[in-house]
């Protein structure tokens, strides 16, 4: 196991002031090119650390204060609020704060808006969308999948014009940016009647997205919202009343909306952090600042690899993911020695997913333009005395 961001990454210093012992951080920050747990803007990091040991006059951190009291209830309240205002959620949607990830979600949706026996709707662009298949057949539905790029190793996304819901299925789902590949849908898909649920965990928040198209939008919140652990749920509310009773009420739609998210004890640091976050998304913009953002990090690095003999994108044009950008050099040795390379210039966690191999960048709303542009310096160079 290795602790390097631990060990060299930060030197803790301790001094005395006034009699008081405080500790500060050295801090030698990377560009983190991690899918997830993702880099965190870092002036986020910054007033989280600044109020971290008297928050709000409490005279505790937040992650010590009662999830019941004043002063969290309005954190939590103004993190749903700041949420709202910045996707344009639609009064009828509700926002829930639910533990287990995006992973548990892949549960959590057949049990809360399938009975047994029903059809169940999926869209495959990549190896999340599979995992949520495999998760949903536990639940006795019978999983349809209407569309599956497979026979392009994951590399497209489907035409409109194919994409076929089943009549009378309890919903469709797909995953509009599928993490791994790098593949990311530039519409959204058209399923009539049915509710369609996406998986956004690695997407949500990087561009403006019309949220009463969809009946579920559900994420984890390790890459654009802040640590692991946590997802947030968007669900519209006439689906609220369908959730089998031996669903686990932590999971219950409906009981988590009834209790603001309290059912039990909530991630409360998780949503403190979210609300950091989107105050800073705010200040950026919103959401029209960060596709402007996004969307030229993305070309930026899309253009010097198209325009390169020496590496590669394996993703068709019109899919190409603005999160997560894969590529390759001309050898899996290069490869590794690229990425080992990359790791002791200060460009971390570049290594494709184990499944896949390669480089992968994932470049999520907190990574900045120069930190796309310090790996392309990186990557002339590597060429130049590699290739
Ligand atoms: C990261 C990710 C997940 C899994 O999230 P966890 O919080 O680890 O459960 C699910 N779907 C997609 C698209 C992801 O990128």
Redesign the pocket.
């Given at each position: 196991m290795r602790i390097e961001s631990c060990d060299t990454g930060s030197r803790l210093r301790t001094n005395s002031v006034s009699g008081v012992k405080s500790a500060r951080i050295e801090l030698m920050r990377v560009f983190n090119f991690s899918a997830?747990p993702a880099m965190m803007p870092q002036e986020v990091l910054e007033r989280t650390q600044a109020e971290l040991l008297d928050w709000q006059h409490t005279g505790m951190s937040v992650t010590e204060v009662s999830h019941r009291s004043k002063e969290f209830v309005a954190c939590a309240a103004r993190t749903e609020e700041l949420l709202r205002q910045i996707m344009g959620i639609p009064e009828n949607y509700k926002v829930l704060f639910i533990q287990g990830?995006?992973?548990?979600q892949f549960a959590a949706v057949p049990l809360n808006l399938t009975k047994p026996g029903d059809v169940v709707d999926f869209v495959l662009t990549g190896q999340?969308g599979i995992k949520a298949t495999q998760e949903a057949k536990k639940f006795g539905v019978e999983v349809k999948v209407v569309a599956d790029e497979k026979g392009s190793g994951y590399t497209t996304v489907p035409a409109q014009s194919s994409i076929l819901p089943t009549p009378g299925a309890a919903y469709l789902h797909y995953?509009p940016?599928?993490?791994i590949g790098g593949v990311e849908f530039g519409f959204i898909p058209e399923t009539g009647e049915l509710p369609l649920v996406a998986?956004l965990?690695?997407t949500i928040l990087s561009r403006p997205i019309d949220v009463s198209r969809f009946g579920v939008i559900y994420a984890?919140t390790?890459?654009n919202m802040g640590p692991?652990g946590m997802?947030v749920v968007i669900v519209r509310d006439d689906l609220l009343d369908r959730a089998r009773p031996d669903t686990p009420s932590i999971w219950n739609y409906q009981k988590m909306a009834q209790a603001d998210s309290m059912v039990n004890t909530p991630p409360t640091f998780s949503i403190y952090l979210l609300g950091k976050i989107l105050e800073w998304i705010i200040e950026q913009g919103g959401l029209e600042g960060m596709a402007l953002r996004n969307r030229t990090k993305a070309q930026t690095l899309y253009s010097f690899l198209d325009a390169s003999d020496f590496y590669s994108n394996p993703v068709a044009s019109d899919a190409r993911s603005w999160m997560n950008i894969p590529f390759l050099t001309p050898a899996p040795d290069l490869n590794k020695q690229f990425v080992v390379e990359a790791t002791a210039a200060g460009l971390t966690n570049l290594a494709g997913h184990r499944s896949v191999g390669g480089m992968r960048a994932s470049i999520y709303n907190a990574m900045p333009q120069a930190g796309v542009e310090a790996l392309i310096e990186f990557m002339k160079e590597f060429e130049r005395v590699n290739a």
């Open positions: 997830g990830g995006g992973f548990g999340w995953t940016n599928e993490t998986d965990s690695s984890g390790q890459k692991a997802a």
